[in-house]
């Protein structure tokens, strides 16, 4: 039985995981510090270290507190700050801790591009892994809000700037809210990984019986 030489495995190896990981990419835009031109959006916001995001190495948040006037908080891309989406991505993500006692009421998410905006009652957007509904959500524990930025009439991945607010909102309560995390992402499509994770398993198999 004919074998693949080694100085081509090895390549091959390297190009299909790369290729995973390329499907995975992401711009992070908060994680510990805020990052890709974006400055804090509404209420009083500062970064804070006394509710810790479960993410090794990135324990700080932004602590945002609603004030009379505004009970929407995050970061904005106005200013000069806005920026051209990235090619290939798909979602936008991020983590929240309500510091309160029992639920906290959860009214709206708000993502600006210069195409158009996140519509939370129209567009495709998930709650834990759920369907996302506005509403009550626990307090005191992490959630995370997956929006599908396909959803939105006139994104474009590659074209769209992101060029307003990307906030959270409540409108019930004053209560300290921690964000953890806000990154857009990639999500690939299932065939594509399967693909490339079984031309890795292909590789690695013929290796070994060399």
Known sequence: M???PQKYILPALALAFA?????????????????????FANGTITIDSSITFPDTGNTDTLKWTPDGSYKSGGLQFWGGKSMVVPTGTTNLEFSFYADVVGSWYLN????????GSFNIATDSWTLDGAAGATGNVSGQTWHTINLDLTSIANFEAGTSVLNGLVTIKNNTALNPVYIGDIRLTSIPEPSSVVLLLVAGGLLLYLRRKK
């Open 108 to 115: 709206d998410t708000t993502v600006n591009f210069d195409t």
């Open 19 to 39: 290729c995973v990981s390329s499907l995975f990419a992401e711009t992070i835009l908060f994680n510990d510090t805020v990052q890709n031109g974006g400055s």
């Open 2 to 4: 004919k074998t693949i």
